[in-house]
């Protein structure tokens, strides 16, 4: 017994520096740490011994991403492990996923110290009502506003339901430049700043079309669209204005299976990437490429790419 400790003791990794273990630390936690899950790198980590428990908590790096995903330990764990991810990241920058499965529950108290440190939030996923039951019982909306948004750069919505009054806690997400929404309603989000948005990505979204219209008119660094699945009802009465995206790059189209009046209302004279996959309807999308007239002059930056479906 006493040889084996003597021999712990004696390790040649008790002679490795602090920055080469917070190094080595960094390999194997190289992925959001998974909050829900009982085993994980940084977990077993954690129990080695009291010296890599405080390498690791003076270690911020280690601990600002995480996600709650599947779920096999006790709601209290769960709770307690965000603090500790909020608390040992110090002041960095957080990227933070919640998707936790349909039959769980996330503790509110959780959500709330989540939603005190707004103000480092650069990359946010939500794809539950936990922010909405949350604001049901707490004050996280006057929380947000008062700690801001300003850091945020990637937001994600998938399949949210939420009122109007729940969305307003991206107002103040100023810098917001990457948005993939999934499953929403584009109307409940037309309040938010999308000045700065190069990235918009919409999957199974429903869209009234003048809404879509106003959101892409207030998107003029708007550099690469993905249209996937949407459904456009109300469409607008044509006027024949047409709305340039003067920065759009990037264009990706998807499974539609009815015609979209968007395309002939668009002027994309920067487009280089096209990509339409499974799209009927893709002499729409020819004529408005066409008639943009970029893509004519200098076929070379033009990369098409179709799927055909069957009919």
């Known amino acids: 017994m006493f040889n084996a400790l003597q021999r712990s003791l004696l390790a040649p990794i008790r002679r490795l520096s602090e920055d080469v273990l917070i190094e080595i630390f960094s390999l194997l936690v190289s992925n959001p740490i998974d909050i829900g899950t009982r085993e994980g790198h940084i977990w077993n980590l954690w129990r080695v011994s009291v010296h890599w428990r405080e390498v690791l908590e003076r270690t911020p790096q280690l601990w600002n991403k995480f996600q709650v995903g599947r779920r096999d330990i006790r709601p209290e764990t769960i709770a307690r492990r965000i603090n500790w991810c909020l608390k040992f990241s110090g002041t960095a920058p957080l990227s933070i996923s919640l998707h936790p499965p349909s039959d769980s529950v ?172 499974k799209y009927r309807h893709i002499n729409d999308l020819l004529l408005m490429i066409e008639k943009s007239g970029s893509i004519v002059k200098n076929p070379r930056t033009y990369i098409w790419t179709v799927t055909p479906i069957k009919i």
């Not at 307003?168 to 100023?174: D, V, Y």
């Not at 006027?239 to 299976?257: A, I, K, Q, R, Y």
């Open 106 to 277: 996330l503790p509110l108290l959780a959500v709330e110290n989540i939603v005190r440190h707004a103000n480092r939030l650069l990359y946010f996923s939500v794809g539950d009502d936990i922010i909405c039951r949350a604001s049901e019982e707490t004050n996280i909306q006057e929380i947000i506003q008062e700690c801001g948004l300003a850091q945020l750069r990637t937001l994600i919505l998938k399949d949210l339901g939420w009122p109007m009054d729940t969305y307003r806690i991206f107002w103040t997400a100023t810098g917001l430049e990457d948005l993939r929404m999934s499953g929403q309603n584009i109307d409940r989000l037309l309040d938010m700043l999308w000045k700065r948005i190069k990235r918009l990505t919409m999957k199974s979204c429903r869209v009234r079309g003048e809404d879509l219209i106003s959101v892409l008119k207030n998107m003029p660094g708007l550099e690469e669209l993905t249209w996937i699945g949407n459904t456009v009802w109300s469409e607008p009465t044509p006027s024949g204005e047409v709305t340039t995206l003067p920065l759009l790059h990037t264009l990706n189209v998807s499974t539609s299976d009815r015609k979209v009046w968007l395309w002939s209302s668009l002027s994309v004279p920067r487009l280089a990437n096209f990509c339409a996959g």
